[in-house]
C-alpha cells in the first residue's frame, strides 16, 4: 500500500544501536496505523506484567498512511507505550508539526526500547540518527529545552521533550512539542524518563507516495471544502475549545470544587469571551485548516491555550475565577511537563481533603498560589510535591478521602461532570486508558446536542460503543478527532486515495470496533475485568446542587446496566473480558 | 411576553453578528416557537447545537415564561 514508508526506526537505547526494519503490513492491513498499529505492536512485543517504568517497556511514535499528505487535520501522532499511572495500555495523540518531520524523515514509527546510560537525546536528520548528549538540558523546563535545541538546530526541526516531571519518573508526566502541544495523559513523559532521553530531534526533507497525486490532491481539496471546513468543525478555529465554557455551564457539566457541582456562579469571569479578548494569534497543526490553537497574552504570561479542560480544572474545580491564574497554572504545568489534568485533580482533591479535615496538604480551594507553586513541587518531586505525584487513587487510599477521589483505572477525571452525561461515566469507566474525555465523547450527543436524553442508562452502551468506534479508528487514521463531521464513507474514500487500495465503510468500522478489541485484550491479559471499569463514589451517591442537571446523581444500577448494555454491543462477557472467538480476531 | 434570544458560537451570523435580540412572543410559547419568530429555523440549520432557559439547557419544546433568556448554541463536538 502506498501512503506508508514501509518503514520503522528500531532504537535500541542500551546499546545505542539503531536500524531500519519494514512496516508490517499485515498488521496495517487490520489496523491501519497510529493509535491501532501502535497498540499492535505493544500487544505483540511487550511482555505481560512488565514494569512500565523499567526498560522492558517500549514507547512508540507511530504515523499513520495519511500523516504528511494534504488530507485535513492529519498532522497528529500517536505516542504508546504501557501507563505507569494505570498499568493498562496508553496511546496519546499529540498535534503539532513532529508527525510530518518523522514521516518526511522517511518513517512510519519510531520504537524506542532499553534505556540510555545517562541523559541523552536523539536526533534524527532523514537517515542519520545519532544519540547525543542532554546533561545540560536535564532539569530543564520542556520549553526551555526545545528553545536551547531549536536554537542549536534550526525552526524546521521539530523537539519532543520531557520536563522534569518526566525526568522524576513522575507518573503525570507528559511529552511536549511545539511548546503546547501534549501527549497529555497516563505518563508517557515518565515513560521517556526512564529511558534517559529528554528529547527526539527530527527532521525529514523527504516526501510521502499516495497514487494518482494529482487527482487524488484534487479529490482532497474537494472534501475539505466540502465537510471540513463546515460551521460544525470551523468553530475551533473562532474560539477553540473556549467554546465549550458556557456550553458546559449551560449544560450542567462545568465540574466545580472537586466535582462538588457542575455550576459556576463565576463562570463569566473566565469564559471564552475574556479569554479571546488576549488573544494575539491562531496556531495549527500541519495539514490543518482548523487551526483550534489560540495564542494569548494575559497578564505576563503568554501562552497557547489553555484549552477548556486546563481551564475547568485550575478555574471552577479549584474554586478559582481568575483567568490570569488559569493562564499561569497551564504555563507552569506545561514547561514542568505534567498532565493539567492530572495534576489539576490530584491538587483540587487535596485542597477539598484540607477544606473537610481529612488530611492537611496545605491548600484549598482558590489558593492559587499555591496551587502553581504545588505544580512545580510535584514535577520535581519535593515537599508535599512528592506526596501529591502519587495521584488522586493511591492517594486516597493512603490518606481516605476516597469518597471524594475521581479516577478511574488510577488515571484522573476529565472535566466533564457526567452526572449532567450519564453516557460520560461509562465513557470514562470503559475507556482503555482509564478516565479519558477523547475515547467517547458523549455530551456531544446528550448535551451539546440533545439528541438523547442525558439522565438516563437507556442506549448508552450502543452509544458509548458507536462513538468509541469511530474515535479508534479515526486516532488510528492519525486523524484529529475536531474534524467532527468525517464519517466512515469519508475515511474510506481518503484511505483509497491514499494507499491505492480499495476501502469501504465498512472496512472502516471493522478497524474501529478490532482497536477496541485490541486496547481491552492487552488490558485483560494485565488483569483488567468489569471489576476495573468502575464509576467514582461521588458520582453515585451525591446529587449535584445546581443548573440543568440537578438533583441528578447516578445510581449503581443504572452505570452497571450501561456497562453490559456496552459488553454486549462489543460482544465481550458479562465479566468484560474478551471471548476467545474474539481474542483470536486480533 | 417579552423574552431576550442570545445566539452563541457560529450562530451570531443570523442576528447579523450581533449576538442578543429582544422580541414579544405569545404566553405559552416554546423555545422552538420563539426561535421560529426571531427568523430561525433549527431544524434547517446543520450546525444548530442545543437550547439553554436563563443559564439550563433544555429541551427545544420547552416553554418560556416572560423575561425569559433564552441561548442557542451551535453544535460543538471534540473535547
Partial sequence: ?586 | MKITITLRGTLVKYFNGKRDRQIEVPEGSSAEDALLAAGIDWKAIDSFGFVAINGKRVMITDTLNDGDELKAYSKISGG
Fill in chain 1, 1 to 586: 500500500m502506498l501512503g506508508y514508508q514501509n518503514n520503522v526506526l528500531r532504537v535500541d537505547l542500551s546499546r545505542k544501536e539503531c536500524k531500519a526494519e519494514p512496516l508490517n503490513m499485515n498488521w496495517a492491513e487490520k489496523y491501519i496505523g497510529s493509535k491501532g498499529l501502535a497498540i499492535k505492536y505493544l500487544y505483540e512485543e511487550l511482555k505481560p506484567g512488565i514494569d512500565p517504568l523499567s526498560s522492558e517497556n517500549k514507547l512508540i511514535f507511530m504515523n499513520g498512511p495519511m500523516t504528511g499528505t494534504t488530507v485535513p487535520c492529519s498532522g497528529k501522532l500517536a505516542i504508546a507505550g504501557k501507563s505507569p499511572a494505570t498499568g493498562t495500555i496508553c496511546d496519546c495523540s499529540i498535534g503539532g508539526h513532529s508527525a510530518l518531520n518523522i514521516k518526511y524523515a522517511g518513517y512510519d514509527a519510531i520504537i524506542l526500547e532499553g534505556a540510555l546510560d545517562k541523559p541523552g537525546y536523539l536526533l534524527i536528520e532523514n537517515d542519520k540518527v545519532s544519540f547525543e548528549d542532554a546533561s545540560s538540558l536535564w532539569g530543564k523546563g520542556s520549553h526551555d529545552a526545545e528553545t536551547a535545541l531549536i536554537e542549536q538546530y534550526g525552526h524546521d526541526y521539530s523537539v519532543l521533550s520531557i520536563g522534569p516531571a518526566g525526568e522524576t519518573l513522575c507518573t503525570m508526566a507528559c511529552i511536549n512539542s511545539d511548546y503546547y502541544r501534549q501527549a497529555g495523559r497516563g505518563g508517557m513523559g515518565a515513560v521517556m524518563g526512564s529511558k534517559n532521553l529528554k528529547a527526539i530531534v527530527v527532521r525529514g526533507t523527504g516526501g510521502v507516495k499516495i497514487p494518482n497525486i494529482v487527482e487524488a490532491t484534487k479529490r482532497i481539496a474537494e472534501i475539505e471544502r466540502e465537510n471540513t471546513l463546515l460551521e460544525d468543525n470551523t468553530f475551533v478555529f473562532d474560539f477553540g475549545t473556549t467554546a465549550f465554557l458556557e456550553a458546559c455551564q449551560d449544560g450542567g457539566i462545568l465540574p466545580k470544587n472537586n466535582f462538588s457541582d457542575a455550576t459556576d456562579i463565576d463562570w463569566t469571569k473566565y469564559n471564552g469571551d475574556v479569554l479571546l479578548e488576549h488573544l494575539q494569534g491562531k496556531r495549527g497543526c500541519g495539514s490543518c485548516g482548523l487551526g483550534c490553537g489560540n495564542f494569548l497574552k494575559i497578564g505576563d504570561v503568554v501562552c497557547e491555550g489553555p484549552e477548556y479542560e486546563s481551564i475547568a480544572v485550575a478555574g471552577p474545580n479549584a474554586g478559582n475565577s481568575d483567568p490570569v491564574a488559569i493562564v499561569k497554572a497551564n504555563q507552569v504545568a506545561d514547561n514542568m511537563g505534567l498532565d493539567t489534568i492530572s495534576a489539576g485533580d490530584t491538587i483540587i482533591w487535596a485542597m477539598e481533603m484540607t477544606e473537610r479535615g481529612v488530611h492537611d496538604f496545605g491548600i484549598r480551594f482558590g489558593e492559587m498560589d499555591k496551587y502553581i507553586e504545588y505544580l512545580e513541587l510535584m514535577a520535581r518531586k519535593e515537599g508535599v510535591g512528592a506526596e501529591l505525584c502519587l495521584g488522586v487513587k493511591k492517594l486516597a487510599k493512603k490518606y481516605g478521602g476516597e469518597d471524594y477521589a475521581l479516577e478511574v483505572k488510577g488515571l484522573e477525571y476529565p472535566q466533564y461532570e457526567p452526572r449532567g452525561s450519564w453516557g460520560m461515566s461509562l465513557a470514562y469507566a470503559v475507556s482503555d486508558r482509564g478516565a479519558c474525555h477523547m475515547r467517547a465523547y458523549a455530551p456531544n450527543e446528550e448535551v451539546f446536542a440533545a439528541s438523547i436524553p442525558p439522565y438516563t442508562a437507556e442506549g448508552k452502551g450502543e452509544m458509548v460503543f458507536r462513538l468509541g468506534q469511530s474515535n479508534a479508528v479515526k486516532f488510528s487514521l492519525c486523524i484529529c478527532d475536531f474534524w467532527a463531521t468525517l464519517d466512515y464513507e469519508i475515511m474510506a474514500e481518503l484511505m483509497t486515495l491514499v494507499t491505492g487500495r480499495e476501502w469501504t465503510a465498512d472496512d472502516m468500522a471493522d478497524v474501529g470496533t478490532r482497536v477496541l478489541n485490541i486496547a481491552r485484550a492487552f488490558n485483560q491479559r494485565e488483569g483488567f475485568s468489569a471489576k476495573d471499569d468502575t464509576i467514582p463514589r461521588r458520582i453515585v451517591n451525591e446529587a449535584l446542587s445546581t443548573g440543568a442537571a440537578a438533583g441528578q446523581k447516578i445510581p449503581m444500577e443504572a452505570f452497571e446496566d450501561m456497562k453490559q448494555q456496552y459488553y454486549a454491543v462489543l460482544g465481550w462477557n458479562a465479566d468484560g473480558t474478551l471471548p476467545e472467538s474474539l481474542l483470536a480476531t486480533l
